[in-house]
Structures are given as structure tokens and as C-alpha cells.
């Protein structure tokens, strides 16, 4: 016969190991992860003429931005977690924020992300386009700032992030991830500065096939909309449209790449890297840039690999005069030399020229993206040395 004391014993017993079983599921349940990381990114430029001069200048993040951040999840149970990334982009040369000096200026966001559904993410986020096309291009890869399409027409080096936005990135399915997103305008005028996307890409056996999409409703409009007139700009006008597909194929130490991108312009005022591009007289209605590329990276060893790429933009200049048809030829070459898992140097040289049709505007000029300024004729050569830390 049990006593009545030794009853109390046995649910004490109980009560203390359901309350020690459920503090150890509660802290399962809350584990969290935050991690700091980044990247310095700093080298020697030189390019052959800028207004018609050399220059030498010292110059961050181009292969990669030049960053810090931090990132992190907290294990919600059932698969799910919750999300967030803040990420600040720097210039080491003097310590100053790139992205229009904005705090987390890269990237800054939260959200929920579960294994079966997908993720839903919500704050200031790279586009459809970035995610999924660029990653079949050699800007958007190895290669960087130099070897973005012309005046980075496609956005695919990132030149805008996208504020106010609501996204969503599926779980990978039999090789296929697909997402997209809507870049709220904040304004009265619910199109004022919107931005909306979609893409999809399917990698598998070394094959990765992509395509993407982007509008953007008269962009650059205000400081509070989807593109910040502020740090956020590439080719304002009335509406943007880009639109491309692609894909990369890997076997043993090579690595080839091919991509097609179309980017429309309706009601062209300038561009972020060249400053005003409409004709000496009459207006510009329309500006259109079909951009087509290889490229091609080769890693014989762990410690080295050498990259190159060849790309072709014919452009349409629609204004009262008239169409034309300028030409731009684009060719360039990377090496890279690997000391440990996170430090390398690298040296990259990209060339530009120019052809077709004159327009009689600073788009006649070459310009290679990231140099001071436009060449003074039809060719400019940019070359760098840099070194790259990871952190």
C-alpha cells in the first residue's frame, strides 16, 4: 500500500522532470543564430582616358562590394524560422557609406522562412532580376563593377535595391526555385514608384538555366519609394522595364555562361553614371538596350582561375530627330590568385567601344562602369589590382 507521502514524492518527481522536459523543449524551440561577416574589397585603378586624360586612382568593392552585416534566425518550431539581414556597404578608401550614405543600404530586412512553403521577407531586397539572372552573367558573379552591361543598363551588378518590398523565394522543387516581388510606392498615387518582379531558375547536374523580369513605374520619383532618388538610381524616366534569360553550364575546371537581357526606357532623363543623356536639341522619348553575353571561367587549381567574357549591347535612341543605333563591344578578363579560404588578389582589365549610329549625346562617348568618368572618344581601357579579404 503506498502511503500518502510517498504519493507526494511520486508527483513531485513528475512535476519535475515535465518542467525540466519542457525547458529544454523551450530552448530548442527559442535557439537563435546572429552572425557578423563581410567583405574589404580595395585596389589600384587605372584607365586610359578620362575626358581625355590617364588616371590612377585608388578605388573599393568592385569584384565585391565592400561591406559588413549582420544576419541571423530564431527556430520557430515545425520547420519555421524567423529571419533577418541587415548589410552596410563602405568605402574603404575613407570609411564613408556607399548606397547614398543609408545606414544598412545593401540590404536590410526580416521575415519567415520554412522548409516546405518557402520564404516571405519584407524590407529593402534585391530584385527578381539580381537573384536570378544575374547569377548566369560575370558581373553578377566573378567578375563585378567592370563588367557590367553598359551604364549597368540591366541593373544586373546591382546599381538599385528595391525599398518597401514584400517577397517571396520558394523552396527548391526538382531543381526549380522560382519568386518575386512588389516594391510598394508609399505614395498617394499607388503606381508613383512601385517596382514589381518575378523569376525563376532551375539548376541541376551542373546546368543552370534562368529568367527574370522587372517594372519599375516612374522610378526615382520620390526619397520614400520603391527606388530612392537619393542612393537608388540607374536610368530614371517614366517606366523601366528589363527582362532576360540565361544560363551557365559546369563540367570539370570550366565554367560557360550565356545571357540575353533587354532593358526599355520610355521617357529617358539621365543616367546615374554619365549624368544627362538626351540630344543637344529636341527630346528623348525612348531608349532601348538588348545586351548579349558569354563568358567563361577556367580554375585549374584550388589556388588560381582565370575568367573572361565578351559582351554585345546594340541600343535604340528614339528621340524627334530620329532613331539610332549605337554599338557598344565590351571584352573582359580576370585572374585570380587564392592565398588561404579567405584573402586573394586579383588583377582585371575590361576595354570598350563604341560603334553604330551617332546620337549626339554622352552616349556616343565610351564608358566603362566604375571609371571616373567618359572617355573622350570611342575607346577607354580600365585595368585594377586589388585585394579582397573575407570575414
Given amino acids: 500500500m503506498t502511503s500518502e507521502r510517498d504519493k507526494r514524492t511520486q508527483w513531485l518527481c513528475k512535476a519535475a522532470l515535465c518542467a525540466i522536459s519542457a525547458s529544454t523543449s523551450a530552448s530548442v524551440l527559442a535557439q537563435s543564430t546572429v552572425t557578423l561577416y563581410g567583405v574589404l574589397d580595395e585596389g589600384i585603378n587605372y584607365t586610359n582616358n578620362v575626358g581625355g586624360h590617364s588616371q590612377v586612382a585608388m578605388a573599393s568593392g568592385f569584384p565585391h562590394g565592400s561591406r559588413w552585416g549582420l544576419k541571423g534566425s530564431e527556430d520557430l518550431g515545425g520547420g519555421t524560422k524567423a529571419i533577418f539581414q541587415l548589410e552596410n556597404g563602405f568605402d574603404v578608401d575613407n570609411g564613408r557609406a556607399f548606397q547614398g550614405g543609408a545606414l544598412f543600404g545593401r540590404q536590410a530586412y ?12 519584407l524590407g529593402r531586397q534585391y530584385d527578381s532580376v539580381v537573384d536570378y539572372l544575374a547569377q548566369t552573367t560575370a558581373g553578377g558573379t566573378w567578375g563585378g563593377y567592370m563588367f557590367a552591361h553598359p ?3 540591366d541593373n544586373l551588378i546591382n546599381t538599385f535595391r528595391v525599398n518597401n518590398t514584400v517577397k ?12 518575386g516581388m512588389y516594391g510598394l510606392s508609399d505614395d498617394t498615387r499607388f503606381s508613383n514608384n512601385r517596382v514589381f518582379s518575378a523569376g525563376a531558375q532551375y539548376a541541376r547536374n551542373g546546368l543552370t538555366l534562368a529568367a527574370a523580369y522587372l517594372q519599375a513605374d516612374n522610378p526615382s520619383a520620390s526619397s520614400y519609394g520603391a527606388i530612392n532618388n537619393g542612393g537608388d538610381q540607374n536610368l530614371p524616366g517614366s517606366r523601366l522595364r528589363i527582362w532576360g534569360a540565361g544560363g551557365t553550364y559546369e563540367t570539370g575546371k570550366f565554367q560557360f555562361g550565356v545571357s540575353y537581357a533587354r532593358t526599355e526606357v520610355t521617357d529617358p532623363r539621365s543616367s546615374a553614371y554619365v549624368g544627362d543623356i538626351t540630344p543637344p536639341s529636341g527630346t528623348l522619348g525612348a531608349l532601348r538596350f538588348d545586351n548579349i553575353e558569354a563568358n567563361i571561367k577556367y580554375q585549374p587549381a584550388r589556388q588560381y582561375w582565370f575568367g573572361a567574357m565578351y559582351a554585345y549591347t546594340r541600343a535604340t535612341f528614339d528621340a524627334t530627330s530620329g532613331k539610332t543605333h549605337p554599338v557598344y563591344h565590351s571584352v573582359g578578363l580576370m585572374a585570380d590568385y587564392i592565398f588561404s ?4 588578389i586579383y588583377v582585371q582589365t575590361v576595354y570598350q567601344h563604341v560603334g553604330g549610329d551617332k546620337t549626339g549625346s554622352v ?7 566604375g571609371a571616373a568618368g567618359v572617355a573622350s572618344g570611342q575607346n577607354q581601357v580600365m585595368f585594377r589590382l586589388g585585394l579582397r579579404h573575407f570575414f
Fill in 110 to 121: 526580416m521575415g519567415l522562412t520554412g522548409q516546405r512553403w518557402g520564404s516571405v521577407t
Fill in 151 to 153: 551604364y549597368d543598363n
Fill in 168 to 179: 517571396y523565394t520558394s523552396p527548391e522543387l526538382g531543381g526549380v526555385k522560382f519568386g
Fill in 341 to 344: 579560404k579567405r584573402t586573394d
Fill in 363 to 369: 552616349l556616343d562617348a565610351a564608358y566603362v562602369v
